[in-house]
């Protein structure tokens, strides 16, 4: 069984920067791709970066030059670093890992997600 804890969420000031992990731990062949989305109140969940397996980064228009994901292969986690906060930042921040298994295959997962919020 795969289970995904995101962490580092907090309160920030407009301007601040913070970083959010997620780390992936049990029974798992190799990891795939990290993607991280948000999800703000009102709003849909939204895909805004994410690392491939072979390191390559991309990320939504609006949180590009701001935001850097990065991984550690050796430690199954993924980061999420933030700079230049703003207000509409402001959302639940969600890990979805590509993960492979032998009973299921090929198949993302989620976190419970950790809350950010940026606000004077």
């Known amino acids: 069984q795969v289970q995904v804890v995101e962490s580092g969420g907090g309160l920030v000031q407009p301007g601040g920067s913070l970083t959010v992990s997620c780390v992936v731990t049990?029974?798992?062949?190799?990891?795939?791709?990290m993607d991280w989305h948000r999800q703000a109140p009102g709003k849909q969940r939204e895909w805004i970066a994410g690392?491939?397996?072979?390191?390559?980064?991309n990320y939504l228009d609006s949180v590009k030059d701001r935001f850097t994901v990065s991984k550690d292969n050796a430690k199954n986690t993924v980061y999420l670093q933030m700079n230049n906060l703003k207000p509409e930042d402001t959302a639940v921040y969600y890990c979805?890992?590509?993960?492979?298994?032998?009973?299921?295959?090929?198949?993302?997962?989620w976190g419970q997600g950790t809350q950010v919020a940026v606000s004077s």
């Open positions: 690392v491939s397996t072979g390191g390559g980064a």
């Open positions: 049990g029974m798992f062949i190799r990891i795939h791709d």
């Open positions: 979805n890992p590509v993960v492979e298994t032998l009973g299921s295959g090929i198949k993302g997962y």
